[in-house]
């Protein structure tokens, strides 16, 4: 993605500089989009990072005209400021690719002419149906590209009050506010795992509770997802933060979650979840530590294995037939009992007998 800063105000470019070949350092120019076009003939995905007072309403309408007739994939972000005229560049991009940072502002005005010279009351009309042409071209975009009601929208032109972020998504200028990226948890955040049984049973009770609500007459009980601030981002027609592709959710637009995944919601369907990518060298650190720990199991079986093979022995015990220094369990008769006696009482007096 080729990655374009709108930080000056939208005008042709002066002919000096296009003489010397270089880039008006003064002005935002349709000119400037078609440079940029010529020297990234691969590139398909634009991104334009808007800081933008406005201009001059001719050129604003043919960059409108140049990017919406490219065939390019448009992106377009508020960065700070996107005033008058810019909201026409911002409103280049569909508005599932219309973003603006927390703090942006924009700037919904009348159009306004003048003229140099003293006119004459024909050429003050004249000008002034140059001023409502604008104005209603103007409108058209707004009406069409926002899908808000061309009369309401003509009454913020009126009002010429400066809009935040969050009026710019109630009108339909934007689909989505950027979140904070910094301080974020350093933990890399792996895939979600497969459903068990227990996760299949729990959407099971969830779905019969939807269901036997609206069999009595309730309403369906949608389920909010915030950003990390607590704002709501958008819905889903779930009683629990359960989300699939083909799920009913609303509004359109394109969604990062406090868990870093990025959901795309068109036509009242999510169509894409993007899962967090885990960092590279996170990843790396990990397979080296399963890698050291696979080495060390095998080590301890080996020991094992050693240790075992020096306990073991091949003897086995044989059954004994007496105990030694013992007799066996012979009967004896009473001559030799008495003889037996005599022996030994001979060994007692010194080997008489």
């Known amino acids: 993605m080729k990655e374009i800063r709108v930080y000056k105000p939208i005008d042709k ?44 309403v001719s050129e604003g309408l043919r960059i409108y005209d140049v990017l919406r007739t490219s065939g390019k994939t448009l992106f377009c972000n508020i960065e700070g400021g996107c005033h008058s005229m810019a909201i026409i560049l911002l409103l280049a991009a569909p508005k599932e690719n219309r973003t603006a940072n927390p703090n942006s502002r924009a700037l919904i005005h009348e159009v306004r002419g003048g003229s140099w010279d003293f006119l004459r009351a024909d050429e003050l009309r004249t000008l002034a149906d140059e001023i409502d042409r604008e104005q209603n071209a103007i409108l058209d975009i707004y009406a069409e590209r926002t899908a808000y009601d061309r009369a309401e929208l003509e009454i913020l032109m009126k009002e010429e009050k400066m809009r935040t972020a969050q009026e710019l998504i109630q009108y339909g200028f934007i689909s989505k506010i950027n979140t904070y990226s910094t301080n974020k948890n350093p933990k890399t955040k792996m895939s979600k795992p497969t459903k068990t049984v227990q996760d299949i049973l729990n959407e099971a009770k969830a779905l019969g509770k939807k269901l036997l609500n609206l069999t009595e007459g309730g309403e369906p009980v949608n389920f909010e997802f915030k950003d990390a601030e607590g704002v ?75 240790l075992s093979n020096h306990v073991q022995s091949n003897f086995v015990a044989t059954p004994r037939t007496r105990v030694p220094g013992k007799q066996t369990n012979k009967a004896l008769t009473a001559e030799e009992l008495k003889n037996e006696a005599r022996e030994k009482r001979a060994v007692m007096q010194g080997g008489k007998k």
């Open 232 to 306: 709501v981002l958008f819905t889903t027609e779930k009683e629990d933060d359960s989300i699939a592709v083909g799920d009913a959710a609303s509004p359109d637009g394109t969604y990062e979650l406090p868990d870093e995944r990025t959901v795309t919601i068109a036509d009242g369907v999510v169509t894409e979840i993007t899962e967090p990518q885990a960092d590279a060298t996170e990843v790396e650190n990990l397979q080296n530590t399963v890698s050291q720990l696979t080495d060390a199991l095998k080590e301890a079986n080996n020991m094992i294995t050693e």
């Open 13 to 56: 470019e002066d002919i000096f500089f296009s003489f010397f070949g270089e880039e008006d350092p003064f002005a935002f120019s349709a000119d400037a989009i078609h440079k940029v076009f010529d020297e990234n003939p691969e590139e398909n995905e634009f991104k334009f990072n808007i800081d933008c007072d406005g201009g001059i």
